[in-house]
T-cell receptor, first 118, second 114 residues
């Protein structure tokens, strides 16, 4: 059983289209994340949800909208795709520490979704 | 806000040689520190982590790291590198207070020569 699974693994689309990436974790964790990895391998946090509540929303264009229907799922919808959105998007989950909330625990990553915008 | 610096973008070592990957962090207190490894086309896997206590931590695959508060460093080491260790290595920091996600360094790409 895959602990954190993302679909699709590869996504090629045209500029201006809308696309979604889905993520599911079966670890029973209460916190989920979306990270973006650019062509230089730099990983940047985009969003974090704790028990379906948005707790981290970094400086991300509002074309990106995360949705968490339950604490095991965190989907990422992107409107009006641009060339600069091409990247690998990683979903991750963790169990928040009792003292410090999100971020104190180990992250478990999915295998990534490679988005290519033409 | 916390930050992480990995000064070496790319390192090449011979198989069997020792390895040290550098990581420096910036944070007002002692953060939580992590090393992750990413093989090509894969997600990230945790190698080891430091929360508190013994400053020398052991991880998987024979890796270890030492937390040095005076130098704000958390360098990763391995005494003898194997060809399968070729990958991208990321140092990460999380605050010990507050609700923030991990902040990653820019990564160090390790190549292993036969």
């Amino acid at each position: 059983d895959t602990a954190v699974s993302q679909t699709p693994k590869y996504l090629v689309t045209q500029m201006g289209n809308d696309k979604s990436i889905k993520c599911e974790q079966n670890l029973g964790h209460d916190t989920m994340y979306w990270y973006k990895q650019d062509s230089k391998k730099f990983l940047k946090i985009m969003f974090s949800y704790n028990n379906k509540e948005l707790i981290i929303n970094e400086t991300v264009p509002n074309r990106f909208s995360p949705k968490s229907p339950d604490k095991a799922h965190l989907n990422l919808h992107i409107n009006s795709l641009e060339l600069g959105d091409s990247a690998v998007y990683f979903c991750a989950s963790s169990q928040a520490g009792s003292r410090s909330g999100a971020g104190s625990g180990e992250l478990f990553f999915g295998e990534g979704s490679r988005l290519t915008v033409l | 806000a916390q930050s992480v610096t990995q000064p070496d973008i790319h390192i090449t070592v011979s198989e069997g040689a020792s390895l040290e990957l550098r990581c420096n962090y910036s944070y007002g207190a002692t953060p939580y520190l992590f090393w992750y490894v990413q093989s090509p086309g894969q997600g990230l896997q945790l190698l080891l982590k430091y929360f508190s206590g013994d400053t020398l931590v052991q991880g998987i695959k024979g890796f270890e790291a030492e937390f040095k508060r005076s130098q704000s460093s958390f360098n990763l080491r391995k005494p003898s590198v194997h060809w399968s260790d070729a990958a991208e290595y990321f140092c990460a920091v999380a605050p010990s207070r507050g609700r923030r996600a991990l902040t990653f360094g820019s990564g160090t790409r390790l190549q292993v020569q036969p």
